[in-house]
């Protein structure tokens, strides 16, 4: 064949490529049926007309395609299949959005669509954190999903007598992390995922991450993740020549990611007196002072630093500590939200539009400090992630209990007042008030109602 000249060349570059689509065969034992479908990729399941894949189990987690097109349903997130229905058209149901709680849209049947579906099974998510144990079972770090790099292909599909089932899932995964030195990384991690669900149980659950190999430079292989993070593998190290005092390193280990640490001669420069805190001694289950939040009165000065705290008891106070009393060191958790307290619910320019009330039902979850600011006048002001339950009454007078997500801004004026919570900023509502909402203009507060 003689070569083709430019223009020939320049026109064979514009021509569309075209490849042959996958065909695949699917028959079932229910019903004689038969199909065939195009465009299913290798890692997915076939649900078409009558026929739903037996290994599409509820309980597990699924992205689902139709196959005509790479866009998902639902958002392209993978949902917990709630259920499979019977008949010729199966409905198909998963579990509803957060914050839908009246009804659920996330639902099709198997013959919705003439071209089928793909479902493509999740086992791992994006914030799923694991704690890292090398070939000998020694923790090495912790470890926390990032994205996939690749799909999650199931490997075996297992059913034990007892009715459980066990999915075996190859993955690779971006991952952050963090080393017992302190030391933080980002790798990608391939390994083998063990995912089961017993008949007792409605949601599947991951048991954990077997085989892996780290593409980096270490390429460290054999190691094991295990779901969740082992404080006990955090390590921090703090000096006191960072905050102007005593030039001592201490390592601290057995701290939450969001406590600060005192120990010996060393205070963390974001506990300071006028604000509530948790103290925990590290490795400890259980806080101290009864595992209530106490307001800091002082801070000693000198080698061991005395912590004197708020007490019921005015004529003999016994809620306080020396820095260095415990030789593992401590973890202070801020705390400013409590069980009780009233917020007016606003919005509009200056927030000026009362919308209703609400009053904190819970306030058990860590609080979490994102932001320390010192202002102009010598005051503090801190901003703390907050995730909380409220009672809330907005305008129909009927009174709905919801979790609110949001920011706590948190100010102390000066170096003899004490701290005050002002507002809750950008609240996040789960509630069935969430509708009655929407249509309100501007952004919404919680701006606190203070009797004193």
């Given at each position: 064949?003689?070569?083709?000249?430019?223009?020939?060349?320049?026109?064979?570059?514009?021509?569309?490529?075209?490849?042959?689509?996958?065909?695949?065969?699917?028959?079932?034992?229910?019903?004689?049926?038969?199909?065939?479908?195009?465009?299913?990729?290798?890692?997915?399941?076939?649900?078409?007309?009558?026929?739903?894949?037996?290994?599409?189990?509820?309980?597990?987690?699924?992205?689902?395609?139709?196959?005509?097109?790479?866009?998902?349903?639902?958002?392209?997130?993978?949902?917990?299949?709630?259920?499979?229905?019977?008949?010729?058209?199966?409905?198909?149901?998963?579990?509803?959005?957060?914050?839908?709680?009246?009804?659920?849209?996330?639902?099709?049947?198997?013959?919705?669509?003439?071209?089928?579906?793909?479902?493509?099974?999740?086992?791992?998510?994006?914030?799923?954190?694991?704690?890292?144990?090398?070939?000998?079972?020694?923790?090495?770090?912790?470890?926390?999903?990032?994205?996939?790099?690749?799909?999650?292909?199931?490997?075996?599909?297992?059913?034990?007598?007892?009715?459980?089932?066990?999915?075996?899932?190859?993955?690779?995964?971006?991952?952050?992390?963090?080393?017992?030195?302190?030391?933080?990384?980002?790798s990608i991690i391939s390994g083998n995922a063990i995912s089961?669900?017993?008949?007792?149980?409605?949601?599947?659950?991951?048991?954990?991450?077997?085989?892996?190999?780290?593409?980096?430079?270490?390429?460290?292989?054999?190691?094991?993740?295990?779901?969740?993070?082992?404080?006990?593998?955090?390590?921090?190290?703090?000096?006191?020549?960072?905050?102007?005092?005593?030039?001592?390193?201490?390592?601290?280990?057995?701290?939450?990611?969001?406590?600060?640490?005192?120990?010996?001669?060393?205070?963390?420069?974001?506990?300071?007196?006028?604000?509530?805190?948790?103290?925990?001694?590290?490795?400890?289950?259980?806080?101290?002072?009864?595992?209530?939040?106490?307001?800091?009165?002082?801070?000693?000065?000198?080698?061991?630093?005395?912590?004197?705290?708020?007490?019921?008891?005015?004529?003999?106070?016994?809620?306080?500590?020396?820095?260095?009393?415990?030789?593992?060191?401590?973890?202070?958790?801020?705390h400013e939200i409590f069980t009780g307290m009233k917020f007016?619910?606003?919005?509009?320019?200056?927030?000026?539009?009362?919308?209703?009330?609400?009053?904190?039902?819970?306030?058990?979850?860590?609080?979490?400090?994102?932001?320390?600011?010192?202002?102009?006048?010598?005051?503090?002001?801190?901003?703390?992630?907050?995730?909380?339950?409220?009672?809330?009454?907005?305008?129909?007078?009927?009174?709905?209990?919801?979790?609110?997500?949001?920011?706590?801004?948190?100010?102390?004026?000066?170096?003899?007042?004490?701290?005050?919570?002002?507002?809750?900023?950008?609240?996040?509502?789960?509630?069935?008030?969430?509708?009655?909402?929407?249509?309100?203009?501007?952004?919404?507060?919680?701006?606190?109602?203070?009797?004193?």
């Open positions: 064949m003689p070569p083709l000249n430019l223009q020939q060349q320049r026109y064979a570059r514009k021509l569309p490529t075209f490849s042959r689509k996958r065909q695949t065969t699917v028959t079932s034992e229910e019903v004689p049926a038969c199909y065939k479908i195009e465009g299913l990729r290798l890692h997915e399941f076939p649900v078409v007309g009558l026929i739903v894949h037996p290994r599409i189990v509820p309980g597990f987690f699924y992205r689902v395609r139709p196959l005509t097109t790479s866009k998902y349903l639902f958002g392209g997130h993978a949902l917990q299949l709630l259920s499979i229905g019977q008949g010729y058209g199966k409905r198909i149901t998963f579990k509803a959005n957060d914050g839908d709680k009246n009804g659920n849209s996330n639902y099709f049947w198997s013959d919705s669509r003439p071209e089928g579906y793909g479902f493509e099974l999740e086992v791992v998510a994006p914030g799923d954190k694991f704690t890292m144990y090398d070939a000998n079972h020694k923790p090495i770090g912790n470890c926390e999903i990032t994205g996939n790099k690749d799909a999650q292909e199931e490997q075996s599909h297992l059913l034990w007598p007892d009715g459980t089932i066990e999915k075996w899932v190859v993955v690779r995964l971006h991952c952050k992390i963090e080393s017992v030195d302190g030391a933080v990384s980002s089961s669900k017993s008949t007792r149980e409605a949601t599947s659950k991951l048991i954990r991450i077997m085989n892996c190999s780290l593409d980096n430079k270490t390429h460290q292989k054999g190691l094991t993740l295990v779901p969740g993070v082992d404080s006990h593998t955090r390590r921090i190290t703090v000096s006191g020549s960072t905050v102007s005092d005593v030039p001592v390193t201490y390592t601290i280990t057995g701290l939450f990611r969001h406590e600060f640490p005192v120990i010996g001669t060393f205070v963390d420069q974001r506990v300071l007196p006028g604000f509530h805190y948790i103290v925990r001694p590290a490795h400890a289950k259980n806080a101290m002072f009864g595992g209530k939040a106490l307001k800091l009165l002082s801070i000693g000065r000198g080698y061991g630093k005395r912590f004197t705290f708020d007490s019921d008891c005015r004529n003999e106070n016994e809620n306080y500590f020396w820095s260095d009393s415990y030789l593992e060191g401590f973890g202070f958790a801020p007016k619910i606003r919005a509009g320019a200056a927030w000026s539009e009362d919308l209703g009330i609400a009053i904190v039902k819970k306030a058990e979850k860590p609080q979490v400090e994102i932001e320390m600011v010192i202002l102009p006048n010598g005051g503090i002001l801190k901003r703390l992630r907050v995730e909380i339950v409220c009672y809330m009454e907005v305008g129909t007078g009927v009174t709905r209990a919801g979790r609110v997500c949001g920011t706590a801004v948190v100010i102390r004026k000066d170096m003899n007042s004490d701290a005050r919570v002002e507002r809750i900023e950008n609240p996040g509502l789960d509630s069935q008030l969430s509708p009655n909402l929407r249509h309100i203009p501007g952004e919404m507060v919680f701006v606190a109602v203070h009797t004193v």
